[in-house]
């Protein structure tokens, strides 16, 4: 190889990592559209709408997870609550999971900032989201694997 292909061949690469072309995604979510949807039109990240609670939502091929909440949410705090699965249909924690809720009606009145869900003895992440006002709510939770975001979804709910 020429020194001057050599240069293009490392300026191609760079700019095909630098614009993100290279970046993995996930083949399927849970609404058999991208797992990862791409950045809104301010930047702002993409969360897609989750279906109702005890549905499986797939994350790309390899986890499929369910939510629920601990009871039907009201005022103070209800635990929300994550199963997440292999393939094959194995309980498993090996993803990242943060979350946090507001109310989409007042963006930012009531939010509680991205919390980690924490995992307990039987593996479920639970995250305790806190309803300090009736109407509509909204919890958005992001799934990370070795620090890289992989999906992002959100359950809405009215209280």
């Known amino acids: 190889m020429t020194r001057a292909f050599e240069g293009l061949a490392v300026a191609l690469v760079l700019a095909v990592l630098v614009t993100g072309i290279a970046a993995a995604q996930p083949a399927s979510s849970c609404c058999n559209a991208p797992g990862l949807a791409p950045a809104g039109p301010q930047g702002e990240p993409v969360f897609q709408d989750l279906p109702k609670s005890g549905k499986k939502c797939w994350i790309g091929e390899v986890n499929y997870f369910i ?61 305790p989201v806190n309803v300090v006002m009736p109407g509509d709510w909204e919890v958005r939770l992001t799934f990370s694997r070795n620090g890289i975001v992989i999906f992002r979804g959100r359950i809405t709910f009215d209280v």
């Open 67 to 127: 939510w629920e909440f601990d009871k039907t949410p009201k005022m103070g705090t209800s635990i929300l609550i994550i199963k997440l699965y292999d393939k094959d249909g194995k309980q498993v924690s090996d993803l990242a999971i943060t979350g946090s809720s507001d109310m989409p009606s007042m963006r930012g009145a009531h939010d509680s900032g991205e919390v980690a869900f924490k995992t307990n003895k039987a593996g479920s992440y639970l995250l």
